[in-house]
């Protein structure tokens, strides 16, 4: 589909979840601005709230949280393909016919799972090899160096952790990661 039209989709779902998130922005060749894009991809941070299971569990923990039931609902109005929305991703058919790649992500890795989903697929596996070549690691979600997690607040951070320039989305090229090396 053309730009303007994804563009237009990808709103529409932003507006619809953002009630329920902290964060979420859009994600992938929409973000990049491609004038051909495939599917929508979001990134966000759902709200979560305290559940009470008994009497005796409200004493007993105040941290028992769950992704927002109004999130779950709205995600799972949408024909799911794969995955839950109270885990990391789940794609989703949506009615305008074509897919919404949903990532979910937490504050302390935002920028590193926004960073990956902005794409393309060749800068981010050149992203990917700074890391390793700077002993860091992709772990379940996390950037870590010697088995401990790296919170990576915002996109940039994980530029400024590796030693790279930012570079905006719209100018990251996709083509083989050697040609950055």
């Known amino acids: 589909m053309q730009l303007a039209q994804a563009e237009k989709i990808a709103r529409k779902y932003v507006d619809l979840l953002s009630p329920y998130c902290e964060r979420i922005e859009v994600a992938g060749s929409v973000r990049r601005k491609k004038t051909e894009v495939k599917d929508i991809e979001i990134v966000c941070i759902p709200k979560r709230v305290g559940v009470i299971v008994s009497a005796e569990d409200m004493f007993a923990s105040a941290d028992k949280e769950e992704v927002h039931p109004e999130f779950v609902n709205e995600v799972n109005k949408l024909q ?6 109270t885990g990391k991703y789940t794609q989703r058919i949506l009615p305008e016919g074509t897919n919404l790649d949903l990532f979910i992500a937490a504050k302390e890795n935002w920028g590193y799972i926004l960073a990956i989903r902005i794409g393309p697929d060749g800068y981010s596996k050149y992203i990917a090899s700074k890391w390793v070549e700077r002993g860091y690691r992709g772990v379940d979600g996390m950037l870590t160096k010697n088995g401990k997690p790296i919170p990576v607040f915002e996109e940039k951070d994980l530029f400024l952790i590796l030693g790279l320039e930012y570079v905006e989305p719209e100018y ?10």
């Open 80 to 85: 799911k393909v794969k995955g839950e929305p």
């Open 172 to 181: 990251r090229l996709n083509i083989q990661q050697e040609r950055f090396m």
